[in-house]
């Protein structure tokens, strides 16, 4: 069970940049999935996550209109889309996935090795 992820890298405030996480040895389609991050000296802080059970997709408040997180499951792959970057978003950011919302969002069992996301002008 392996969870990877790709796409991070520098951009400048208001860019845009889109994570991907590619799973496997288990199918994303019957899993929740969580995105998560983490910025230097801040704990780790939960970005989005999409229920397995009906698609539906939480945010939290500060990337809210901003990110959307999505799956592709013909790819076995999860999404994360960000726009209008900003410089507070600078963290490694980790997809993660586990059987329910409630274990995902709380202490996901799958975790990737995270992608860095630097926002500097």
């Known amino acids: 069970v392996q969870l990877v992820e790709s796409g991070g890298g520098l951009v400048q405030p208001g860019g845009s940049l889109r994570l991907s996480c590619v799973a496997s040895g288990f199918t994303l389609e019957n899993v929740a999935i969580a995105w998560f991050r983490q910025a230097p000296g801040k704990e780790r802080e939960g970005v989005s996550c999409?229920?397995?059970?009906?698609?539906?997709?939480y945010y939290t408040d500060s990337v809210k209109g901003r990110f959307t997180i999505s799956r592709d499951n013909a790819k076995n792959t999860v999404f994360l889309e960000m726009n209008s970057l900003k410089p507070e978003d600078t963290a490694v950011y980790y997809c993660?996935?586990?059987?329910?919302?409630?274990?995902?969002?709380?202490?996901?069992?799958?975790w990737g090795q995270g992608t860095q996301v630097t926002v500097s002008s």
């Open positions: 993660a996935a586990d059987g329910s919302l409630g274990r995902v969002a709380a202490n996901p069992a799958y």
């Open positions: 999409l229920d397995a059970s009906d698609d539906t997709t």
